[in-house]
């Protein structure tokens, strides 16, 4: 039988497709960008008939259609790999909990440990000849899931952008259950931003100066490291490589402005890879059949082994606030979940094991609150319930809009004199009696 024989006898409807699905059964649904369009609404019409079925995925653009009920809850769990604002809100309403894992560790868990997959449905690129749906911007742990998956629902999205890499970045027709031709949504755009701040250029323009020719980088998701691709773009760097997790719009610039060749990477050379990508509709359009890109499984992207084989890499990500330990808080506000632990601790790791690389964790010093108080990103200790994403002795360079210090191998009142050097000058003070209470504090020109 050929691919197109087997595709038409595999097709079908959103509806009829979702009748795989029982009760208390665990569904996975993709990724990112690739989350059901078609076959989510058919399921949230079968509502009624089930019960405890546990949903996985992670970093939502919108409700899916089986949580607009008031009572979601009792059909449906949403079970995240990482959160973004809209699976913040369905764990306020008691839909949804976040599952803590090093993103790097993700492929492993689904083939090793993972509770079987009882149906897998998500969104992928039309067929090739070959007879392969590609996962668009999200081969980071697909493959994995499939593997763990008894039943495998594909929605064909003809604006899905195919992003080419040769490692688990497409799924074979044999391998699918069912297939479903969607109504062909847009992608689900991430905004770029508005407008940089004062404080993330001044915090940009730190990072920048410490970056070489031919450095490798990984950027986080926010409005510094978006501003660091931004000043890179408009630099006089040269010959700089990609190997990142998340690829957003910066690196876009950075390349259509001539910055990032690849020529200098020990691996993967001339190839910008990573393991997921979600942005502006620019992003999409640049990586779709790009043979400058690589997509790539996390297990690989954020392997400490690949990133370390790299030199000069520099890693950017931010924090939501900082104790005078150094330890370093990615993921909450207390007991209130922001984020997830992705891959910062893996780029931190990597990136102080390769040669020449350094890893930068940028927040700006103070942030005010709704109720217009002024509070600072650099605490004492973290607030009961905050997550250490990146632990005291890991730490490398922290940047706020007041300097940059590099806490690596520092004693208690080193750490802890330079981390109030750059905090906001309204709460050095404070800070410097709180250390001399928890006898880490030394002025070092007493």
């Not at 809209?86 to 803590?100: D, F, Q, S, T």
């Not at 027709?173 to 407008?195: D, F, M, R, T, Y």
Request: hydrophobic share 40%; proline share 4%.
């Amino acid at each position: 039988m050929g691919y197109e024989q087997e595709y038409a006898k595999k097709l079908t409807t959103a509806d009829e497709a979702v009748k795989a699905v029982k009760s208390s059964d665990w569904v996975d649904y993709g990724w990112c960008v690739n989350t059901p369009d078609a076959l989510d609404e058919a399921l949230a019409r079968r509502t009624d008939e089930l019960k405890d079925v546990k949903v996985r995925g992670g970093i939502l653009f919108k409700v899916p259609a089986i949580f607009k009920r008031e009572d979601a809850s009792e059909h449906f769990t949403w079970n995240s790999w990482h959160m973004s604002g809209v699976e913040r809100k369905l764990i306020a309403m008691g839909c949804a909990y976040y599952a803590p894992i090093r993103y790097s560790e993700l492929p492993r868990y689904y083939r090793e440990h993972a509770s079987h997959t009882d149906v897998a449905m998500f969104q992928v690129a039309p067929m090739d000849k070959h007879g392969y749906f590609n996962f668009g911007p999200s081969a980071s742990h697909l493959m994995a899931m499939c593997e763990n998956a008894s039943h495998i629902i594909v929605e064909v999205n003809k604006n899905m952008p195919v992003c080419l890499g040769g490692m688990e970045n497409a799924i074979h027709i044999s391998q699918v259950a069912a297939i479903v031709e969607g109504p062909n949504p847009p992608i689900n755009e991430l905004g770029a931003g508005g407008e940089p701040t004062e404080v993330d250029k001044a915090v940009a323009k730190l990072i920048v100066n410490e970056i070489p020719n031919g450095a490798c980088l990984q950027l986080g998701i926010g409005g510094m490291p978006n501003t660091v691709g931004a000043m890179i773009a408009e630099s006089d760097l040269k010959d700089l490589g990609v190997h990142t997790e998340m690829y957003v719009d910066a690196f876009v610039d950075m390349a259509k402005a001539g910055k990032i060749t690849g020529a200098k990477k020990n691996i993967d050379r001339f190839r910008q890879v990573f393991a997921f990508g979600a942005g502006t509709q620019k992003m999409y359009d640049y990586i779709d059949q790009n043979p400058a890109l690589m997509s790539a499984p996390v297990d690989y992207t954020n392997d400490i082994r690949s990133i370390a084989a790299l030199d000069n890499f520099i890693s950017i990500n931010n924090a939501v606030d900082i104790d005078l330990f150094g330890q370093v808080n990615a993921e909450s506000a207390g007991t209130k979940h922001i984020s997830g632990a992705g891959g910062q601790l893996d780029f931190v790791l990597g990136a102080y094991l390769s040669k020449g690389g350094k890893s930068f964790i940028c927040c700006s010093s103070s942030f005010t609150t709704k109720d217009g108080e002024l509070k600072s990103r650099i605490v004492p200790t973290l607030t009961p319930g905050s997550i250490v994403t990146d632990t005291r002795a890991n730490t490398h360079y922290v940047v706020t809009e007041y300097g940059m210090v590099c806490l690596k191998g520092l004693s208690t009142w080193e750490r802890t004199e330079k981390l109030i050097s750059i905090a906001h000058p309204n709460f050095r003070d404070q800070l410097i009696k709180d250390a001399e209470a928890m006898k880490i504090w030394r002025r070092s020109n007493k």
